[in-house]
């Protein structure tokens, strides 16, 4: 590839290969420590975030970009800023959702074979080179995570919240497995990891899995809203000056 996406791929590939030169892997750590700054200036004003996670590659006629869809608007009903990997599929439907619903809509989006550009519904968006400076910042801002029906990203998102909060990383943010019959075998495969003692039962008390919207919403009141007080949040104000806004 000759994209810019394609050469920020190259260059992660090569950092992960091992040792570089001083020189190389200094130039990549600036650059790192650039996107980053980047990601913070842009959603630094954003207060409380839900963050969506799920497929890239379900249109809207889609059931699930409908549920989606419907997740986006009940999130910003309740005062949250609703984020997502910025893409199209079912990050397209949850910030399209926001919009229906008044609500602020912000997205992180990187170039990826199947998700080329960012969606219409966003109200602020940053561009970003390297995936793991997104996946920071998809959960820097949140206080709860909603995990629609999606491939191998998606699911890497959902380990890596539950794996976070499991090792006291993060606090117990609210997270939701959406869609019970699509995800049906990996929540038995989850019984099957308590019976080998890979996890245990209260592992489970980590997510909560359903298919109804205001099971999620009622889940995400009662332990994102009234657990952390969001309602008493102080939000920064941006400071003109500093070119904030």
């Not at 699930?64 to 397209?92: N, Q, W």
């Not at 909060?165 to 993060?170: E, F």
Request: one cysteine or more; charged letters at 25%; hydrophobic letters at 40%.
């Amino acid at each position: 590839m000759t994209t810019k996406a394609g050469i920020a791929n190259t260059e992660e590939q090569v950092f992960l290969e091992g040792p570089q030169s001083r020189l190389e892997e200094f130039i990549f750590i600036v650059k790192v420590l650039f996107e980053f700054i980047k990601g913070f200036r842009t959603f630094h004003f954003l207060g409380p975030c839900a963050t969506v996670f799920g497929s890239a590659r379900f249109n809207e006629d889609h059931p699930s970009y409908k549920e989606a869809r419907k997740m986006g608007a009940e999130l910003a009903k309740m005062g949250f800023t609703v984020m997502t990997g910025g893409g199209p599929g079912i990050m397209e439907a949850a910030n399209r959702g926001a919009k229906d619903a008044g609500g602020k809509s912000v997205g992180c989006n990187i170039l990826l074979p199947a998700e080329q550009n960012r969606n219409p519904y966003l109200d602020r968006w940053v561009k970003l080179d390297y995936f793991f400076v997104r996946k920071v910042l998809l959960t820097k801002y949140s206080y709860a995570f909603i995990v629609m029906p999606g491939g191998f990203g998606t699911l890497d998102e959902f380990f890596e919240a539950v794996t976070l909060i499991q090792t006291n990383k993060i606090k117990h943010f609210p997270v939701i497995l959406f869609g019970k019959e699509y995800h049906v075998k990996l929540y038995q495969h989850f019984q099957e990891m308590i019976n080998s003692g890979t996890i245990t039962a209260e592992d489970m008390k980590l997510f909560l899995f359903t298919d109804s919207i205001p099971e999620a919403i009622s889940f995400i009141e009662k332990t994102a809203i009234q657990g952390f007080h969001l309602k008493k949040l102080v939000k920064h104000k941006p400071i003109k000056v500093l070119g904030e806004k």
